[in-house]
């Protein structure tokens, strides 16, 4: 993979920078984790790495700290909740001294404590009242963090899954703070911190191969991604009668979107529909032959710098069409485009603001994209809505995504 951390260093070497780093002072360690992917892979980095140490070296503990706003999705919800009691069930199992913990605001800063009570603008897709992200999520964290320093009377080191490859404007943020032959950096808002990012060179294609290629996809504290958001799937269900089984869909952006596609993988007479958004390409060619028969529909911009195309969606759609898939849909953006601000362009990562806006309209023409050389069969163009063709399903044409959805019936 071009530019991948893994080109000239191997996973044991980065579980050796990390088994340093933890041994090399007394300083207890705190992991922000919030069950993405990032997030995920520094937390399952660590856990292998003290697997992998002598009892007697697993000097301090680890803190694992989550973040409910309690307006969290429900499903999220349930998955992190059980992630976090796995997380400290397998600990305890294998004598590691972590300790996990969820927070949550005070009801007096909650979100609707903010909205209702005190007036506060809800937060816009265009970045302005950006509020709730801190006083929902980082503050509960920093005053959490505060506590772990006041009981064990010492500063603390607080891991993030935080990468360069994420954004140009955080590739510049990171390197700013960085200090000379240094891998720990001064927190920006709590005195008696260290930051210390284990991930930061590796890229989004390294995070997926830590998680789904090593280990088979199962995490070190033995459970199974797909299996885990399937089974929170499934409780939501089984609490919902109402909800028609047969109409499940399933979307995702980014983290989520490559969520989709291992989803679709691992189950696939599961869902009526695939909608996977600015996604890495998360399956295999066996991965991708098991998504033939299933109903989806990609969105992409070409402008993405982070998920880049031609290492994910279009590699992706051409095996799908070249394959002879059927209601295979892709919906190919320039650039990601707002509305709430005309004509203002965000990072071309941000592929979802056209769904959210119920912009997906045009498609891409499976038949260029599969006779044309290459990928030049897939046309990004901003100006038809993500190309110049309409979905068509047995001689009915839909005239966007969601028209499109309603119409899938597993």
């Known amino acids: 993979m071009a530019n991948s951390y893994f080109n000239e260093n191997t996973l044991e070497e980065l579980i050796e920078e990390i088994k340093y780093v933890y041994k090399s002072d007394e300083r207890p360690w705190v992991i922000g984790y919030s069950g993405g992917k990032d997030s995920t892979t520094v937390v399952e980095l660590v ?66 404590a903010n909205v209702i009570g005190r007036g506060f603008p809800t937060p ?25 320093i006041d009981e064990e009377g010492k500063e603390v ?17 990171i390197e700013g703070r960085e200090l000379a032959n240094r891998l720990l950096n001064r927190h920006e808002t709590i005195q008696d911190a260290y930051v210390y990012n284990p991930i930061v060179e590796l890229t989004t294609d390294d995070v997926w191969d830590v998680l789904l290629r090593c280990d088979g996809g199962r995490t070190p504290w033995g459970s199974d991604n797909a299996a885990q958001l399937k089974e929170t799937i499934d409780t939501y269900l089984a609490n919902h009668p109402e909800v028609d089984k047969g109409r499940i869909y399933l979307a ?10 291992t989803m679709g993988a691992a189950y696939p007479d599961y869902f009526a529909a695939l909608i996977p958004i600015a996604a890495p390409l998360t399956v295999d060619q066996s991965g991708i032959d098991k998504l033939k028969n299933q109903p989806m529909w990609l969105i992409h911009t070409k402008a993405d710098a982070t998920v880049q195309p031609e290492n994910s969606v279009l590699p992706l759609y051409k095996s799908l069409i070249t394959s002879g898939a059927t209601n295979k849909w892709f919906s190919y953006f320039e650039t990601a485009t707002g509305t709430d601000l005309p004509g203002t362009e965000y990072d071309g990562h941000w592929a979802w603001i056209y769904f959210f806006h119920d912009q997906v309209i045009g498609v891409q023409h ?17 100006p038809t809505y993500g190309g110049g063709s309409r979905a068509s399903v047995n001689g009915q044409t839909y005239n966007s995504i969601f028209d499109w959805m309603s119409a899938q019936r597993h």
């Not at 970045?127 to 772990?148: A, H, M």
């Not at 360069?164 to 510049?172: L, T």
């Not at 499976?366 to 901003?382: C, F, H, L, Q, R």
């Open 47 to 112: 856990y292998k790495m003290l697997l992998g140490l002598d009892p007697d070296d697993r000097h301090k503990n680890v803190y694992i700290v989550s973040s409910d706003t309690l307006i969290e999705n429900p499903l999220i919800k349930i998955y992190l909740s059980k992630m976090n009691d796995l997380l400290g069930q397998a600990a305890d199992r294998d004598g590691l001294p972590i300790k996990s913990a969820m927070v949550t605001p005070p009801p007096n800063n909650s979100f609707w």
């Open 366 to 382: 499976p038949e260029n994209t599969k006779n044309w050389d290459g990928y030049s069969g897939m046309v990004a163009t901003d």
């Open 157 to 173: 080191v607080v891991l993030l899954g935080v990468r360069k490859a994420e954004s140009i404007a955080r590739k510049r943020r």
């Open 252 to 261: 995702g952006v980014s983290n989520g979107g490559g969520m989709v596609l």
């Open 124 to 148: 816009r897709m265009n970045g302005t009242f950006r509020w709730c992200t801190d006083r929902l999520k980082i503050n509960p964290s920093g005053e959490y963090i505060q506590r772990v």
